[in-house]
């Protein structure tokens, strides 16, 4: 059974940086693809970014693109989120999650999901 746990979360100024870790135990990062949602109040998963495990190809969500980056330590299995540039609309959840046959990155093919992380964007 795997276990995805993310920190790093909190509040931060906009046009501030953050950087999300999601730690993965029970399943490797070599062999499945990792990915970050966000769910602000009253709207449904959004896709951040994932990072395909098989060939390396990252996508990253439309308003997340130039400003996120996802990457990943297979040693340390763990995925990281660098957040840049960061604006009030950013606020919300996000989780990190585990796909164990990843073809899109939408919540649904994803497995294994963290608690989440609260990420607030506020002056």
């Known amino acids: 059974q795997a276990q995805v746990v993310e920190s790093g979360g909190g509040l931060v100024q906009p046009g501030g940086s953050l950087i999300l870790s999601c730690q993965v135990s029970g399943l490797s990062l070599k062999f499945y693809t990792v990915g970050w949602f966000r769910q602000a109040p009253g709207k449904e998963h959004e896709a951040v970014s994932c990072k395909s495990h098989s060939d390396g190809s990252i996508s990253y969500g439309d308003s997340m693109k130039g400003r996120f980056n996802i990457s990943t330590d297979n040693a340390k299995n763990t995925a990281y989120l660098q957040m840049n540039d960061l604006k009030p609309e950013d606020t919300a959840v996000y989780y990190c999650?585990?796909?164990?046959?990843?073809?899109?990155?939408?919540?649904?093919?994803?497995?294994?999901w963290g608690q989440g992380t609260q990420v607030t964007i506020s002056a």
């Open positions: 999650a585990v796909a164990i046959r990843y073809r899109r990155c939408v919540p649904q093919d994803f497995s294994y």
